[in-house]
């Protein structure tokens, strides 16, 4: 088996790690702070690495971090630079398409190869290897990285040579998401306006006509009121400028944003819902009221 690594083993990353262990590959894990995904990882065979520089060594690194700033921080052309010659870094995160560019020059300059897979799934999909994985970058090195991916995924998307493309898809899909939450608010406060119970709205949907996993998964989370913060508030809000910015550079007008992004800065602004999970946005629609 292959000597893989995998850098951020955070909640996210450590079911995406531990596949990487069922299928028997030898795995350096680096990780800013200690945590019980840390220990948990070592005790089942990973071996911890002090720096990002000794996980370069591997022959697929894979990395999964939270923001632009601190992939840019973390892979910085020094530290690109003391990879290994046949190393391939395969960028798993959500990130915007300036820091996915830069990412990709860095790594061109040091030589050395360079594929974005953004996933797509929750924790526990990730935890039972179950991700949709978006791929951009070189098909000679897609073709070589994906046998080492599989444990991981549903399934492999491959969308060209470029890595910002993979990252495009998946701040669209990020964006449909959030259409979602915004649709699945709006219907299920106007019934239960009526008196009806929201989950029951629910289950007609899913069961008629929009069969997804986030219709199920978030209607659920709106009907029960349930928003522990599996994501973020303040993620989803930078998913959502993700897309802002992505449609400003190809000059894209996309009509519903601003009430979007009204409804993300009313949230992040609310003490009872800035922490919760972004589908908490639809306590601000059962809280409306026409004027």
Known sequence: MA??????????????????????????????SD????????????TRVATIEEALQAEVVCSMLATDQAMLDRFSPEVIASASPSTVHVSMATLSLEAVDELERRHQDAGIAFVSAPV???????????????????????????????????????FGDRPRNANLVKIAVNYNLIHAIQALSESIALVERAGIDGQQLVDLLTSAAFT????????????????APLFPMPLGFKD??????????????????????????A???????KDLDWSAL?????RSHAN
Do not use: C
């Open 3 to 32: 000597q893989l690594a995998f850098i951020g083993v955070g909640v996210m990353g450590a079911g995406m790690a531990g596949n990487l262990l069922n299928a028997g590959h030898d795995l350096l894990i680096w990780n800013r």
């Open 240 to 265: 959502f400028r993700l897309a802002e910015s992505a449609a400003a550079e190809y000059d894209l007008v996309m009509p519903s944003t601003p009430v979007l992004r009204q409804q993300f800065e």
């Open 267 to 273: 949230a992040l602004a609310d003490d009872e819902l």
């Open 35 to 46: 945590s019980e995904a840390v220990a948990e990882l070592v005790a089942r065979g990973a």
């Open 212 to 227: 997804g996993s986030a219709y199920t998964g978030y209607g659920k989370l709106i009907a029960s009121k349930d928003y």
């Open 120 to 158: 797509f799934g929750r924790p526990n999909v990730a935890a039972a290897g179950q991700l949709n994985i978006a791929l951009g970058g070189d098909p000679a090195v897609v073709e070589r990285v994906s046998p080492l991916l599989q444990p991981m995924a549903k399934q492999l998307w491959n």
């Open 282 to 286: 639809a306590e601000l629609v059962r």
